[in-house]
C-alpha cells in the first residue's frame, strides 16, 4: 500500500458525459501527479500540481483540468468524453517538488461506452 | 524530446529462469533512470533507480546498471519466481526542470510453474 488513495475503482459513463477522479496524496506529500494509462498510448504524464499550483504540463486535452486544494487532495475532471478517452488513470504524490521517487495510487478505470 | 525504448512483451520464462528486459533511453544530460513494477491490479511500484553513470540499482533481486555509453538500463534478475509475473517499466527523469517522468511501453513478464 503506497499510502495513495484513488476513487472511485472503476467508473462507467457515456460519450459527452463530464467525470471527477479524486485523488488523495500520502501524508504529508505536497506534490501530485496525474497520469493516463491506455493500450495505444501506454504511460502518459498529464500535470503536477505542488501545494495547491500547477508545476508541469504534459499530454493533457484542454478537455481536462485538474486542481489541488488547500488539504492538498487532488481532482482531476475530464469533460465532454470521447471512447478514447477510456483508460486507467493514475494519481502519485512526493514530497516535494522535485524529488525522484513518486509513490502511485491503485488507479481509476474509465470506461466511456 | 526525451523518450525510453523497451523490449516488447510478453516475456514468459519458467521459474528460476534468468531475465533480462532491455532498456533504452534518448534524453539530453544526465537523467534518473527507474524500473516501475505494475502487479496485476494493482499501480506503480518503484522497483530501483540509478541517478548517475555507473551507478547500481538493485532490489529484490533485480538490478540494474546505468551504462551512459550506451544509454541503456537493462534489467535483470538471476531466478524469477511465479510471483514476480507482473508488467516492468522502464522511466526517466529528466535532471534539473519539474517532474516529467517519461516511461517506456511496459513489459509483461509470466513466469510459469
Known amino acids: 500500500d503506497s499510502g495513495v488513495t484513488q476513487t472511485p475503482k472503476h467508473l462507467i459513463t457515456a460519450t459527452g458525459q463530464r467525470v471527477t477522479l479524486r485523488c488523495s496524496p500520502r501524508?504529508?506529500?505536497?506534490?501530485v501527479y496525474w497520469y493516463q494509462q491506455s493500450l495505444d498510448q501506454g504511460l502518459q504524464f498529464l500535470i503536477q500540481?505542488?501545494?495547491?499550483?500547477?508545476?508541469a504540463k504534459g499530454n493533457i486535452l484542454e478537455r481536462f483540468s485538474a486542481q489541488q486544494f488547500p488539504d492538498l487532495h487532488s481532482e482531476l475532471n475530464l469533460s465532454s468524453l470521447e471512447l478514447g478517452d477510456s483508460a486507467l488513470y493514475f494519481c502519485a504524490s512526493s514530497d516535494r517538488s522535485r524529488t525522484d521517487t513518486q509513490y502511485f495510487g491503485p488507479g481509476t478505470r474509465l470506461t466511456v461506452l | 524530446g526525451n523518450s525510453v525504448t523497451q523490449m516488447e512483451g510478453p516475456v514468459t520464462l519458467s521459474e528460476e529462469a534468468f531475465l533480462t528486459i532491455n532498456c533504452t533511453y534518448t534524453a539530453t544530460g544526465y537523467p534518473s533512470l527507474f524500473w516501475y513494477v505494475q502487479y496485476p491490479g494493482e499501480g506503480l511500484q518503484l522497483l530501483l533507480k540509478?541517478?548517475?553513470?555507473?551507478d547500481k540499482g538493485s532490489n529484490k533481486g533485480f538490478e540494474a546498471t546505468y551504462r551512459k555509453e550506451t544509454t541503456s538500463f537493462h534489467l535483470e534478475k538471476g531466478s524469477v519466481q511465479v510471483s514476480d509475473s507482473a508488467v516492468y517499466f522502464c522511466a526517466l527523469l529528466p535532471r534539473g526542470g519539474y517532474q516529467k517522468v517519461t516511461f517506456g511501453i511496459g513489459t509483461k513478464l509470466q513466469v510459469i510453474p
Open positions: 500540481y505542488y501545494n495547491g499550483e500547477e508545476r
Open positions: 540509478a541517478t548517475k553513470a555507473d
Open positions: 501524508s504529508g506529500d505536497l506534490s
